[in-house]
């Protein structure tokens, strides 16, 4: 089958260059190129093959903390008037971050 593209100058340049370097035609340049990339995505799982791995893989027990009460009661009755503080807040977040980096 033949397929003719029109690229642009610069990539036509560097065809051009790598085919003198290999002492190949840009032709075979640009088929073997085109067949190293199609190679390489079959190597890549779809979204889908991850998404279907990582559901038969389950959850971690260790991972895992029971509930501590109602998540509707708690941000129904934690609003506050109260001033937002940033200091006390980034310290908090800080706590936070190094607890799940502690998940690992």
Not at 32 to 37: K, M, R, S, Y
Not at 41 to 57: M, N, Q, S
Request: glycine share 4%; aromatic share 4%.
């Amino acid at each position: 089958m033949a397929v003719m593209i029109k690229v642009p100058d610069e990539l036509q340049e560097q065809l051009q260059q790598r085919a003198e370097i290999e002492h190949r035609s840009v032709e075979e340049v640009t088929l073997g190129l085109l067949q190293d990339a199609l190679e390489r995505t079959e190597l890549f799982p779809t979204v889908d093959d991850v998404v279907a791995r990582i559901k038969a893989i389950g959850p971690n027990p260790d991972n895992v903390r029971p509930a501590q009460g109602s998540l509707a009661d708690a941000l129904r009755n934690g609003m506050s008037t109260a001033p937002f503080d940033l200091a006390q807040w980034t310290s908090e977040w800080a706590a936070v971050e190094t607890e799940i980096r502690d998940m690992r």
